[in-house]
Structure formats: C-alpha cells, structure tokens
C-alpha cells in the first residue's frame, strides 16, 4: 500500500557528513509528519528530527546544529543532512511518516520504513 524506502546510509569518519534520503510509495494523498528516528546499539529507538507538510521542524537536543531536516512535499521525501558526525550518531535510521492519508479512502495510517545503518568511526 504504502512502501518507505530509505537510501544514503554508510560508514563516515568523525567529524564527516551524510545525507540520508527517504521516498514514500503507493496512494498516498497527503502525508502530515515525516522524520527521522533512530536505533544505536543497545539502545530504544528514539527521535532525531521531524518536519511538517508546511515546514516546521523539531530537533532532538543531540542533532541540533549538526543536523538538518527538509522535505519534498511534492516528491513525498524527506533529507536528513547529517554534519559534524560523532560515534555517538552511529545507528540504524528509520524514516517515518504519520497520519498518510491514502487516496479515495479515509484511511489515515503511520508508516515505517526498513532503516538505513549509519556508521561513524574512524
């Protein structure tokens, strides 16, 4: 129905940059929430970032400044530019997308996709 694909993931020294990449697939009329959240080892799945189909954003207190999230509302994607990686970032990332509204429906579901691993060493 609706398929979350998730590119852009890898191996950075510190002190490096990625860019993650997430597209949404399917029927989709809208999409209110996309983001990013993530996984480390050991560690309960937790927010990054977030932005809203009119642009808003929310950070969580460890990315800000070195992160940065925007959207394609047009395309249903979602970036995550990542800058100044610590080890700390490493994780797997999972883009997420809340309250899609699927087409000729009233269907309004959240959608996960598979997580893309990030991993920052040296």
């Known amino acids: 129905q609706v398929q979350l694909v998730e590119s852009g993931g890898g191996l950075v020294q510190p002190g490096g940059s990625l860019r993650l990449s997430c597209a949404a697939s399917?029927?989709?009329?809208?999409?209110?929430?996309m983001g990013w959240y993530r996984q480390g080892p050991g560690k309960q799945r937790e927010l990054v970032a977030v932005?809203?189909?009119?642009?808003?954003?929310n950070y969580a207190d460890a990315v800000k400044g070195r992160f940065t999230i925007s959207r394609d509302n047009a395309k249903n994607a979602v970036y995550l530019q990542m800058t100044s990686l610590k080890p700390e970032d490493t994780a797997v990332y999972y883009c997420?997308?809340?309250?899609?509204?699927?087409?000729?429906?009233?269907?309004?579901?959240?959608?996960w996709g598979q997580g893309t691993q990030v991993t920052v060493s040296s």
């Open positions: 932005i809203t189909s009119g642009g808003n954003t």
């Open positions: 399917g029927s989709i009329f809208s999409i209110n929430v």
């Open positions: 997420n997308a809340q309250r899609v509204r699927i087409k000729y429906t009233d269907w309004i579901n959240d959608y």
